[in-house]
């Protein structure tokens, strides 16, 4: 059974930094890619990051690029390193993983999902 788990979200002050994680079990790198989600309130799910089919490199959307990067471990670890963070990076942050090559960045491309995690940014 494939699981995900987010960690690591909080609240923040503007300019701050956060580092979640996402602990997958069931899977394995070889066959899965990750990646990371956001949603805000009264808003679609909105695509973060996530590593390419194709091999180890990345894909960030150009609202969080320069400031989020995306990063795995050895194990089963994925992270989020968020920093710089705006008021406008509030929401519920999720993991997600697909086994296919589907769209990097629409949320119907992926099957898993974790039960996400809530980053507030505010003063």
């Known amino acids: 059974q494939i699981r995900l788990v987010e960690s690591g979200g909080g609240l923040v002050q503007p300019g701050g930094s956060l580092r979640l994680t996402c602990t997958a079990s069931?899977?394995?790198?070889?066959?899965?890619?990750t990646g990371w989600f956001r949603q805000a309130p009264g808003k679609e799910r909105e695509f973060v990051a996530a590593?390419?089919?194709?091999?180890?490199?990345t894909y960030i959307a150009d609202s969080v690029k320069g400031r989020f990067t995306i990063s795995r471990d050895n194990a089963k670890n994925t992270y989020l390193q968020m920093d710089g963070l705006k008021p406008e990076d509030t929401a519920v942050y999720y993991c997600?993983?697909?086994?296919?090559?589907?769209?990097?960045?629409?949320?119907?491309?992926?099957?898993?999902w974790g039960q996400g995690t809530q980053v507030t940014v505010s003063s």
């Open positions: 069931g899977l394995t790198f070889v066959n899965y890619r």
């Open positions: 997600a993983a697909r086994n296919q090559r589907t769209s990097i960045a629409a949320a119907s491309g992926y099957h898993y």
């Open positions: 590593f390419s089919w194709n091999g180890g490199s």
